[in-house]
């Protein structure tokens, strides 16, 4: 018996693989597909391409002289990890001059070539904002002789963000910052007078350890309650552990803060303050509870009369999965601020999904050394299709203010909720000099009145909601240590567009024209570095 094989003619075979080619799997079918139908012959048929995916270099990523023998392919082949790395190398030794482009200094236009190339092999948003967010603006532009085009890349990237596709966003939120789906998780939603019993009723419940990092303490009458509540805890056998800033809380200069800290360690409870502005400026904004490793609380709120009483503020609850990424947080600075713990491993119980919860993620990031959470809300931005529901503070950056003209101008409805009394002018101020930018694009801006509103909560299309610690201005999104919240639920964003936006909207004064002071445009200049 002769055994018969297929034989594909060279005409085929160019015309129907040739533009397959790019895809292993496109390939393997189409000759799996033409073998099938080919006329039985005795010439065997060619052997399928095989496609080796290219392998990340061999290269040490600390010696400028590897990286700048890079070509831009493999660059592309390099890990997330290695790219960073090899740009904080490039970036740490690149020494431009006024005009280093012309000089002839081939050592230095090699750096600054490689640092080009780096950019321009990142295959998508993604990979070039984990280059772009990762390394400090300012040292990133001081590398290079011509920061403009590495800017113009940035914008390309931002702008290929797809309106609804919020699947892409989660992968994006993923490789750029981090995080990760911590699983399903019950979220309460807790607005101004709720929040204090919800707290205090966690701490009473709380029977291994209690973890707070906190930007602001007031030594007041909610101050000192939650200090006596510590330290009875404490002599109790709970570990107790207490992170304040020491520029927000005013530890220096503040003798009631320092008798307050002083009763904790003196009852058995740790204090320590957290002065990492001392040497980087960059100072600890988080509001972070985690009780047992079990539950958690993070929001706009610190502790203080100001905060429960009188300002109109938000703060959640957490139960579920996403606790252990605050524990994380928490763990994180309290190593860094000098505290030491036994054993990490007893602060993380096994958290399960929370019946009927909603997915989360944790997004934090580290100031001056990253700026997670802004990439994370300019490609959200981007993403926005129908609306946008804003409230913060302070806000003066103007990245975030392009990103909401453009989805105002695409068609989203943009709505910003500022507070008419901004217990800081400079900041109230820096807000208005972009009045009439937003209002040009058809952005809604309204005034809160009557009181202070602290809350850094926003919603997009009814779906999609991120509230924390950060606010929209340029110390938040990249001098501060932030952590927010990100969920992905109609359920949640509908809950919080009804009690809170639905809500503030009535009790605000919307604005329709705005002519900028004197004073408003130069808060606009200076308050991104103050």
């Known amino acids: 018996m002769v055994n018969k094989k297929y034989s594909l003619s060279p005409a085929a075979l160019i015309f129907v693989l040739i533009p397959l080619l790019q895809q292993q799997s496109a390939a393997q079918q189409a000759f799996e597909e033409l073998s099938a139908q080919a006329p039985l012959t005795g010439q065997a048929a060619p052997l399928p391409p095989v496609f080796v995916p290219a392998l990340p270099p061999v290269v040490d ?6 990286i700048a023998a890079l070509g831009a392919a493999d660059m592309a082949a390099a890990t997330a990890e290695q790219r960073l790395a090899m740009l904080k190398t490039l970036v740490k030794y690149s020494r431009p001059t006024m005009n280093s482009g012309d000089s002839g200094d081939s050592s230095q236009q090699d750096i600054e070539n490689a640092i080009y190339r780096l950019f321009e092999s990142a295959p998508d948003a993604a990979s070039f904002d984990n280059l772009y967010y990762h390394v400090r603006r300012l040292k990133l532009h001081g590398a290079v002789s011509y920061p403009r085009a590495i800017e113009k890349l940035a914008k390309q990237h931002q702008a290929s963000a797809v309106p609804g596709d919020w699947t892409g966003l989660g992968l994006y939120i993923d490789a750029v910052t981090g995080s990760r789906s911590a699983g399903l998780n019950k979220i309460d939603f807790l607005i101004d007078g ?66 307050l800290l002083a009763f904790l360690r003196e009852n058995g409870a740790e204090a320590l303050t957290n002065n990492s502005a001392r040497w980087t400026g960059s100072r600890d904004h988080r509001k972070v509870m985690v009780i047992d490793g079990r539950v958690g609380f993070t929001g706009g709120m610190n502790i203080g009369g100001h905060y429960q009483v009188d300002w109109h503020d938000q703060q959640s609850r957490i139960d579920g999965p996403a606790v252990a990424r605050l524990q994380d947080s928490f763990l994180e600075q309290w190593a860094e601020s000098g505290g030491a713990v036994r054993d990490r491993a007893e ?47 302070y806000f003066a950056d103007p ?40 209002l040009a694009a058809g952005v809604e801006i309204y005034e809160y009145q009557g009181r202070m509103a602290h809350q850094k909560v926003v919603t997009i299309d009814g779906l999609w909601s991120s509230f924390g610690s950060s606010n929209l201005d340029s110390r938040s999104l990249k001098n501060n240590h932030e952590l927010n919240v990100v969920v992905l639920d109609a359920g949640l964003a509908g809950k919080i567009g009804r009690e809170m936006f639905d809500v503030d909207l009535p009790q605000s004064v919307r604005i329709t024209k705005y002519k900028p002071t004197l004073t408003d445009r130069l808060a606009g200049r200076l308050y991104p570095w103050l």
């Open 399 to 438: 990245d975030v203010v392009d990103a909401l003209c453009a989805a105002a101008r695409r068609g989203a409805q943009v709505q910003l909720v500022f507070p008419a009394l901004n217990n800081k002018a400079i900041a109230m101020k820096s807000s208005r000099s972009f009045y009439p930018q937003l």
């Open 61 to 66: 990523t600390d010696s400028v002289s590897e």
């Open 347 to 393: 602060f993380y119980p096994e958290l399960k999904d929370a019946a009927g919860g909603v997915e989360a993620r944790v997004v934090y990031h580290r100031g001056n050394e990253d700026r997670n959470i802004k990439a994370m809300y300019l490609r959200a931005f981007g993403t926005a299709q129908k609306s946008i529901r804003a409230a913060a503070p």
């Open 194 to 259: 709720d929040v204090l019993p919800a707290a205090e009723a966690a701490l009473d419940a709380a029977q291994r350890s209690i973890h707070i990092e906190i930007y602001q303490l007031q030594a007041d009458d909610i101050g000192w309650a939650l200090a006596r509540k510590l330290a009875a805890k404490a002599k109790s056998g709970v570990q107790v552990r207490l992170l304040v800033d020491y520029y927000g809380s005013g530890v220096k200069k503040n003798e009631e803060i320092q008798k």
